[in-house]
């Protein structure tokens, strides 16, 4: 397995260290009925799954000056102890104080001298609930591959975990002068890697490849990275919905039933994918005409990530995304008028191929020197952005019931972080016959996520209605 991190999922790192406010983890809530299993037990089983999986024993590795990619290492010093956490919200236990609780371990960010993960039991919620809060650092995963991780810990794919070594529990906290040590040793070794002549010609080499390897990607690709690349360039109309954020975050979800949004589908010829973003627009303009602003038709545009894992990256573990920038309807009132622009526009996007696009310039930045590259996305990123609005992410979840340690998990509910004067980020995860909408918002300049999570349920049940009239009106 190769060490080093993909230009991709270094990019995420080179991001969160240009941008002082940003935490970029990704997470997963579980819900869970039945009686809160002991420390001990969660230790012996759901915890050793997670211990199990890739990297994640390992720390991030990176050198100074950013002379070679950032690599991972075996933690010498591993304790599970670091990863695993426990904490008991306060009476009554209602879903406010879990939201919160939330909001304040995503918006943490997670110790680059440890494994990039975290796992926390929440006990003390209503009904005789308790949850999983899984906290993992976007270069380690990207949505697709964060599902599957989660679902290792379930009863029901624990044959399809690795068969490594237990977790060393007793080990000693890393002593600081080992580690200066180990960065003067790195930073020696990569400056003769990187002034060797034969590093020298396989950067020349690399370089004098990129051309070939775009033409190789097609025309068309090579038009698509065209589009995508005018589109980040190009403002949207101002609005309240993008601008400086700080380091506090407020989270909050909608639920709709995935059997809803199948209903709406049938009717209108669409996909779940469709009707989630479009619920998205309707709650986005009410947001914006609460707040006396204008909806405008190029006043959101949405982010939306695409993966582009091919057959053969199934088991691929790290990122393996692309996206698409297309601007949501919010100046269109008609709820069935607005799915119709959704899927137009989505149609639009993907014919386009700025997916393709984004993939093929990851997929040739792979093969160049990572230090001007690594420079240029930090150069990048501190400029302020106009273009994107927001984040929409759509991730299909376990279609069956799943369990962990014989408990039932009863609904699942996604994070997205923020970052670069994004305000909010929308992460859809899709669990048996639910639909999750998980809304993270910047604390000081959304105290109103709750009603944009409020019209995302609305949204979807007047779609519903409308598609049943539509339904009755052709029999």
Known sequence: MDDNLSFLDA??????????????????????????????????????????????????????????????????????????RRVAVPEPGEE??????????????????????????????????????????????DGITGTKLFEAMCDEV???????????????????????????????????????PVRQLRLVSAALAIPRRLTAAGIGVATGL????????????????????GRQRRYCAARVRMHDVREICATYQVTVNDVALAAITTGLRQLLLKRGERPESHTVRTLVPVSVRSATEERAIHNQVSLMLPFLPVDIEDPVEQLVAVHQRLTTHKASKEAEGGKA????????????????????????????????????????????????IL??????????????????????????????GDYDTTPDLTDLSDSIERGVLTLLASSRAADAASE
């Open 11 to 84: 990019g995420f790192l080179e991001t969160e260290d240009s941008d002082p406010h940003a935490s970029l983890t990704i997470g997963a809530l579980a819900i869970m009925e039945g009686p809160v299993p002991g420390q001990d037990e969660f230790r012996d089983t759901v915890a050793a799954r997670f211990a199990k999986l890739p990297h994640a024993r390992d720390r991030v590795h990176t050198v100074p000056l950013d002379f070679s990619p950032p690599s991972w290492s075996p933690d010498p010093h591993f304790d599970l102890g670091h990863h695993l």
């Open 158 to 196: 624990v044959a399809e975990t690795s068969t490594t070594a237990e977790p060393d529990t007793d080990a000693e906290p890393v002593p600081t002068v080992g580690t200066r040590l180990e960065s003067v040793e790195s930073l020696v070794r990569s400056t003769i890697e990187f002034l060797s």
């Open 411 to 440: 609904e699942i509910l996604p994070y997205v972080p923020i970052a670069l004067r994004l305000r909010i980020g929308i992460a859809i995860l899709s669990y048996s016959d639910h639909l999750a909408f998980g809304l993270t």
């Open 361 to 408: 310039f990851t997929a040739v930045a792979q093969y160049g020197p990572f230090m001007p590259m690594a420079w240029a996305v930090r150069l990048a990123t501190r400029f302020p952005q106009h273009s994107v609005v927001a984040v929409a992410t759509n991730v299909p979840g376990p279609k069956a019931t799943r369990h962990v340690m014989g408990r039932t």
């Open 96 to 141: 406010e104080s879990l939201f919160g609780f939330v909001a304040r371990v995503m918006a943490h960010r997670l110790d680059r001298d440890r494994p990039l993960w975290e796992c926390w039991v929440v006990e003390g919620l209503t009904d005789d609930r308790w949850a999983i809060l899984t906290k993992i650092h976007h270069c380690m995963a």
């Open 226 to 245: 065209t589009h995508l690349l005018s589109e980040i360039l190009t403002s949207s109309t101002d609005t309240s919905l993008i601008g400086p954020i």
